[in-house]
């Protein structure tokens, strides 16, 4: 059974960083995308970073420039870097992947979700 299981959320306060890693598990053919998303209260789930097996990676405007996401396919993982974080940036970060059991076909498969809370 495919699991995707993130780690690292916290609270931190204005300004401060954080790192999200989301590893993947079980009988994994090949993962192709792997994103993380938020969604803050009140509101809907937003992506916030995506990146290709290749390497090439996507952000959301409120995101660039403060945001790395980065990928270990060795391992079967994916990184957040978060830095200068803002009160705003405050959500339940999900990881996201396409990837490919050794047994199923394609799917797209969901972490539980970890707490980012930024603030003083």
């Known amino acids: 059974q495919v699991q995707l299981v993130e780690s690292g959320g916290g609270l931190v306060q204005p300004g401060g960083s954080l790192r999200l890693s989301c590893a993947a598990s079980?009988?994994?053919?090949?993962?192709?995308?792997m994103n993380w998303y938020r969604q803050a209260p009140g509101k809907q789930r937003e992506l916030v970073a995506g990146?290709?097996?290749?390497?090439?990676?996507n952000y959301a405007d409120s995101v660039k420039g403060r945001f790395t996401i980065s990928r270990d396919n060795a391992k079967n993982t994916v990184y957040l870097q978060m830095n200068s974080l803002k009160p705003e940036d405050t959500a339940v970060y999900y990881c996201?992947?396409?990837?490919?059991?050794?047994?199923?076909?394609?799917?797209?498969?969901w972490g539980q979700g970890t707490q980012v809370t930024v603030s003083s």
């Open positions: 079980g009988s994994i053919f090949s993962i192709n995308a």
């Open positions: 990146i290709t097996r290749g390497g090439s990676t």
């Open positions: 996201n992947a396409e990837l490919i059991p050794d047994s199923d076909p394609i799917g797209d498969y």
